[in-house]
């Protein structure tokens, strides 16, 4: 079974930065795509950025220009990078890695909570 953990979530003031960890352990896999969602109060879980196993990223229009993921391939990690966050950043934000072990798989951490003050 395929497991992965968030860390680094907090709170921040508004243009301030934040950095998340996510860390994928295991049997073993191959993680093909690794990436962040976020869910806000009373709203659904939304895409922020992901990553393919060949280095191809996709980020929410939203965080363009503001977030950054990369991955450490060798120890299964995906890292966020968070820049001139704002009040609507706010959220829980939940790792998600989608590979290959016996079969596919798609897992996801518990969540950071990621909270923007004014």
């Known amino acids: 079974q395929v497991q992965v953990a968030e860390s680094g979530g907090g709170l921040v003031q508004a243009g301030g930065s934040l950095r998340l960890s996510c860390a994928a352990s295991?049997?073993?896999?191959?993680?093909?795509?690794m990436g962040w969602y976020r869910q806000a109060p009373g709203k659904q879980r939304d895409l922020v950025a992901t990553?393919?196993?060949?280095?191809?990223?996709n980020y929410d229009d939203s965080v363009k220009g503001r977030f950054t993921i990369s991955r450490d391939y060798f120890n299964n990690m995906v890292y966020l990078q968070m820049n001139s966050l704002k009040i609507e950043d706010t959220a829980v934000y939940y790792c998600?890695?989608?590979?290959?072990?016996?079969?596919?798989?798609?897992?996801w951490g518990q969540g950071t909570q990621v909270t923007v003050s004014s």
């Open positions: 998600n890695l989608r590979g290959r072990a016996n079969g596919d798989f798609d897992s």
């Open positions: 295991g049997s073993i896999f191959v993680a093909d795509v």
């Open positions: 990553m393919t196993r060949g280095g191809i990223s």
